[in-house]
């Protein structure tokens, strides 16, 4: 089955750097990328002006371009000029220096240098390492500072607001558990870094995956407040007012808390220390989690929290550690592949930064306060070109062989989206294109559509793993599937594209991530989520310490009556993509009355019971508009769609699986439209590589 079904069976401490806040270049048409030819500012009045502050006692290694000896700080600087591929150069400690307001005076007074001027280039090993008698710049990139807007419009919009789930269906029943998670959270243990870091006060203590996950036992400080963010302010924006209040405050004190632990003079937000923001995963997965949180709370109403990111990125845009940043190892390879502990991957070569390093800067380039910048620093370091080309040559191993596979780099085709409509430039939609198809074929299981891939081990096409058993999901080598990372991201990239196009096929796989791996996945009470949705002996026990599943389940649960409807042609067109109880308003516009609300009633116990009813509010009668209804793929015969007029006969329309009818006509208070979505059961032979006793299991899905 394709859509809406229910699986049955089945260490190395920091090196010693900063970042520096720079002032945005007046020069902003140019853009300088490691892409480009030499290229230097017409406003300099020396080679030293195109460079970020000087780092006293800290040294570039395994990147060297070439050596030189030199008198002045500004004669290297003419040096790394010169050169296309130098990013950055390093002189050792006497060599004559310019005074310049921003740098340090390092000279022995008499302006012989020392020591070697050392040029460095961009490489898969670029590291800052502490060296005393050393001091390092950077080559500024004059990213722009303009605002950036879509060039690419959306088709559909999803409602920011005006749903309300109803009854006790699967998804109101969700909904509300994930209220009740949110209240786990403790407001001071959330904000216990933030202020740590600021040198505030911090009650409360080191709670969840700040105080350990995958970075243990350093923690990944500041994820958790992300975490919270990301389903507090999705609830929000589609809960009544009189519900909203213990969560409004909750999420108006965590944002407030991380204003007041900002740093006024850079504009630093993170909960981690600003000297180790190329630590491990804190420049990608804490990044993201924080940049997820704050947007979705800038979506519900805290709009205080725009600002705060925007500064945050005007700082981290311009960090001198950005070298380290870079694409791993940029091509196919062999396994075994490197694991969380290799030593290369704790300075800024880590295992997400080419996911969710990139989808932060993405998500904020399309907010009220997006800069082209943003969008500069994804092409300058992030973007892989090898990769987009051997995804848009449907090279499978480009998925399951690239440097660290895993389901996150569904966040990546996510920002490679995002920046398709921010720029126009087809190739990132062609590369996100093929990635959908040969992802959804290989690494999806066929029954239930959860993932099929994670991390560390390989997971090749079609290999569709059964060897955790639930108590056992992170026991590799063994080979986890089911992670509700992947899926919460897969419904986000396939939102996208829905939004683009309109086509039921990206609905559909909304539809089954949601039921299989989502709203499957958190305990009635709200107690906890679950990481993995396992396919055969027993559920996994669910946790409330923050996980990555956790964060990205609270967000998807937070905003599922978002994927309920959509609006199309100036809200002329309104798309039932989900069935359950839920009510929908929203303003479109009337020639004859001018702004005009209207709203729907969807009456279901979907999947439970096959019958759908919509009662239509046209705002007034006569109000042609129209409604477009989703035939679900897995329906097995063509589905009759029948309107019932408060006054009048009844009309039919037949839609045949994996389309939309739709219905456009003049509407008049209490019209219905009812279709009845037969629940069918089919059964899947399984054929992936793990080995059953007894012959292959059989997964058994009802839709």
């Given at each position: 089955m394709a859509s809406s079904v229910f699986v049955l069976l089945l260490l190395v401490l920091p090196a010693a750097s900063t970042c520096v806040a720079v002032p945005a270049t007046t020069t902003r048409s140019v853009h300088h990328s490691r892409r480009d030819t030499n290229i230097t500012d017409a406003n300099t009045t020396s080679n030293i002006e195109g460079f970020l502050p000087g780092q006293l006692g800290v040294a570039v290694a395994n990147a060297t371009l070439s050596e030189h000896n030199v008198a002045t700080a500004d004669a290297c600087a003419k040096l790394c000029l010169k050169e296309a591929q130098c990013v950055a150069f390093t002189l050792a400690t006497g060599t004559s220096e310019p005074h310049h307001r921003h740098h340090h005076r390092n000279d022995d007074g008499n302006g012989v240098a020392n020591g070697p001027c050392k040029l460095s280039k961009y490489s898969q090993r670029f590291v800052l390492v502490p060296k005393a008698d050393s001091i390092y710049f950077l080559r500024r990139r004059y990213r722009r500072d303009e605002p950036v807007h879509a060039v690419v419009p959306y088709r559909l919009v999803?409602?920011?607001?005006?749903?309300?789930?109803?009854?006790?269906?699967?998804?109101?029943?969700?909904?509300?558990?994930?209220?009740?998670?949110?209240?786990?959270?403790?407001?001071?243990?959330?904000?216990?870094?933030?202020?740590?870091?600021?040198?505030?006060?911090?009650?409360?203590?080191?709670?969840?995956?700040?105080?350990?996950?995958?970075?243990?036992?350093?923690?990944?400080?500041?994820?958790?407040?992300?975490?919270?963010?990301?389903?507090?302010?999705?609830?929000?924006?589609?809960?009544?007012?009189?519900?909203?209040?213990?969560?409004?405050?909750?999420?108006?004190?965590?944002?407030?808390?991380?204003?007041?632990?900002?740093d006024n003079t850079t504009g630093y937000i993170m909960g981690f220390p600003a000297n180790e923001t190329n630590y491990r995963e804190n420049p990608d997965y804490v990044s993201s989690w924080l940049t997820h949180g704050l947007l979705e709370a800038a979506r519900a109403g805290h709009t205080e929290a725009l600002p705060l990111l925007r500064g945050h990125f005007d700082w981290f845009n311009n960090c001198s550690v950005l070298p380290e940043f870079l694409p791993p190892r940029g091509s196919i390879m062999n396994p075994p592949f490197p694991d969380h502990n290799d030593p290369q991957r704790t300075n800024g070569h880590l295992i997400y930064l080419i996911y969710q390093g990139i989808i932060h800067n993405t998500r904020l380039a399309l907010s009220p306060v997006g800069r082209v910048s943003d969008l500069d620093l994804v092409r300058d370091l992030y973007q892989e070109d090898w990769w987009l080309r051997s995804l848009i040559s449907r090279n499978v191993s480009a998925i399951w062989l690239r440097e660290y596979?895993?389901?996150?780099?569904?966040?990546?085709?996510?920002?490679?989206?995002?920046?398709?409509?921010?720029?126009?430039?087809?190739?990132?939609?062609?590369?996100?294109?093929?990635?959908?198809?040969?992802?959804?074929?290989?690494?999806?299981?066929?029954?239930?559509?959860?993932?099929?891939?994670?991390?560390?081990?390989?997971?090749?096409?079609?290999?569709?793993?059964?060897?955790?058993?639930?108590?056992?999901?992170?026991?590799?080598?063994?080979?986890?599937?089911?992670?509700?990372?992947?899926?919460?991201?897969?419904?986000?990239?396939?939102?996208?594209?829905?939004?683009?196009?309109?086509?039921?096929?990206?609905?559909?796989?909304?539809?089954?991530?949601?039921?299989?791996?989502?709203?499957?996945?958190?305990?009635?009470?709200?107690?906890?989520?679950?990481?993995?949705?396992?396919?055969?002996?027993?559920?996994?026990?669910?946790?409330?310490?923050?996980?990555?599943?956790?964060?990205?389940?609270?967000?998807?649960?937070?905003?599922?009556?978002?994927?309920?409807?959509?609006?199309?042609?100036?809200?002329?067109?309104?798309?039932?993509?989900?069935?359950?109880?839920?009510?929908?308003?929203?303003?479109?516009?009337?020639?004859?009355?001018?702004?005009?609300?209207?709203?729907?009633?969807?009456?279901?116990?979907?999947?439970?019971?096959?019958?759908?009813?919509?009662?239509?509010?046209?705002?007034?009668?006569?109000?042609?508009?129209?409604?477009?209804?989703?035939?679900?793929?897995?329906?097995?015969?063509?589905?009759?769609?029948?309107?019932?007029?408060?006054?009048?006969?009844?009309t039919a329309v037949t839609g045949r699986p994996g389309s939309y009818v739709t219905l456009h006509q003049p509407w008049s208070p209490s019209d219905r439209i009812l279709l009845s979505l037969k629940p069918v059961i089919k059964v899947h032979k399984y054929t992936g590589f793990t080995n059953v006793k007894r012959g292959r299991h059989l997964c058994v899905c009802v839709c």
């Open positions: 999803s409602p920011e607001s005006g749903v309300r789930l109803t009854g006790d269906g699967v998804f109101a029943r969700a909904f509300d558990s994930n209220l009740r998670y949110l209240t786990i959270y403790p407001i001071d243990d959330m904000l216990y870094w933030f202020r740590v870091r600021a040198g505030l006060p911090h009650p409360g203590s080191n709670w969840g995956w700040d105080d350990g996950g995958p970075d243990r036992p350093y923690g990944l400080r500041g994820s958790v407040a992300g975490a919270f963010l990301m389903g507090a302010g999705g609830a929000l924006r589609y809960t009544d007012p009189e519900r909203q209040g213990l969560l409004a405050k909750r999420v108006d004190a965590v944002v407030s808390g991380i204003s007041q632990a900002r596979p895993h389901n996150y780099e569904i966040t990546a085709m996510e920002a490679y989206f995002d920046a398709y409509r921010l720029t126009g430039n087809t190739t990132y939609l062609d590369a996100v294109d093929a990635f959908w198809d040969m992802f959804r074929q290989h690494f999806l299981f066929p029954a239930g559509g959860s993932m099929a891939i994670k991390e560390i081990v390989t997971y090749p096409p079609d290999s569709f793993y059964l060897t955790n058993s639930g108590d056992d999901a992170h026991n590799f080598p063994k080979h986890p599937t089911g992670e509700l990372c992947g899926s919460a991201f897969w419904i986000y990239l396939n939102q996208r594209l829905f939004r683009l196009r309109a086509e039921e096929k990206y609905a559909n796989e909304i539809s089954r991530s949601l039921y299989n791996a989502i709203v499957s996945q958190i305990t009635p009470s709200g107690g906890g989520i679950r990481q993995f949705a396992i396919m055969h002996k027993v559920k996994m026990p669910a946790t409330n310490i923050s996980t990555c599943c956790e964060g990205q389940g609270t967000r998807v649960l937070g905003a599922l009556p978002e994927f309920v409807f959509a609006l199309g042609d100036n809200a002329k067109t309104l798309y039932v993509n989900l069935f359950t109880g839920a009510t929908f308003s929203w303003v479109m516009a009337s020639h004859r009355l001018g702004n005009t609300k209207a709203s729907v009633t969807m009456v279901t116990d979907f999947p439970y019971n096959a019958d759908v009813a919509i009662t239509v509010d046209p705002g007034f009668k006569g109000n042609v508009f129209a409604v477009a209804v989703r035939i679900p793929a897995w329906c097995e015969h063509n589905v009759t769609v029948t309107v019932v007029p408060a006054a009048g006969p009844n």
